[in-house]
């Protein structure tokens, strides 16, 4: 296989996952009766606080994994003017 054919299935093969595998998953997912049936067994509290690994989890999901390093070169920028 060359390059160009590597390159070309690099970016077919996670398309189609994300087409066959994972949506249809996270549809099945949000089904109401299926999310009402987990409702029914699940009782969590959570205590976090802020920089533990919950907080950094949910900021690499809502912000991206380089969040923490924008925020860093930020916050010096900010401290150093």
Do not use: W, Y
Not at 56 to 70: K, M, N, T, Y
């Amino acid at each position: 296989m060359d390059g160009i054919s590597r390159v070309a299935t690099a970016k077919k093969e996670p398309q189609e996952l994300l087409e066959n595998e994972i949506r249809p998953a996270f549809a099945e997912v949000e089904r109401d009766h299926l999310v009402e049936e987990l409702m029914k067994h699940l009782d969590v509290v959570a205590v976090t606080e802020d920089g533990d690994i919950l907080h950094q989890f949910i900021d690499c999901l809502v912000h991206g994994p380089f969040a923490s390093a924008s925020f860093g070169r930020l916050a010096r920028t900010a401290v150093s003017s």
